[in-house]
């Protein structure tokens, strides 16, 4: 079992810049596929990175924003958002799973309990 905790989550302007960090427990994050998927308002969750070892992936509306990355060392999970825009107003959830495609097709074994960004123009 796997145990996510994200934080850094608020309040910003668009065009400011966000870390959220996920840390987890329960068992290391080394061998697991590790991600972040958010939902915003209206709107299905969707994935917006994903890491397994040390290669990033991302869809294209975030690419060149978003930057995910990984401690191994203090078990934890991070999402470096830049230039941000009210489209990124969401829940964002920390996902961990074996595989990288089912963070992908939103079905991670492990989710974290979201936290809110909201972006204001």
């Known amino acids: 079992q796997v145990q996510l905790v994200e934080s850094g989550g608020g309040s910003v302007r668009a065009g400011d810049s966000l870390t959220l960090s996920c840390t987890a427990s329960?068992?290391?994050?080394?061998?697991?596929?590790v991600g972040w998927i958010r939902q915003r308002p209206g709107r299905e969750r969707e994935y917006v990175a994903v890491?397994?070892?040390?290669?990033?992936y991302y869809p294209d509306d975030v690419k060149g924003r978003f930057i995910i990355s990984k401690d191994n060392t203090n078990n934890r999970v991070y999402l470096q958002m830049k230039n941000l825009n009210s489209e990124d107003t969401a829940v964002y959830y920390c996902?961990?799973?074996?595989?990288?495609?089912?963070?992908?097709?939103?079905?991670?074994?492990?989710w974290g309990q979201g936290t809110q960004v909201t972006v204001s123009s």
């Open positions: 890491m397994l070892r040390s290669s990033g």
């Open positions: 996902a961990v799973d074996p595989m990288i495609i089912n963070i992908q097709y939103l079905r991670p074994k492990f």
């Open positions: 329960g068992n290391s994050l080394r061998d697991y596929a």
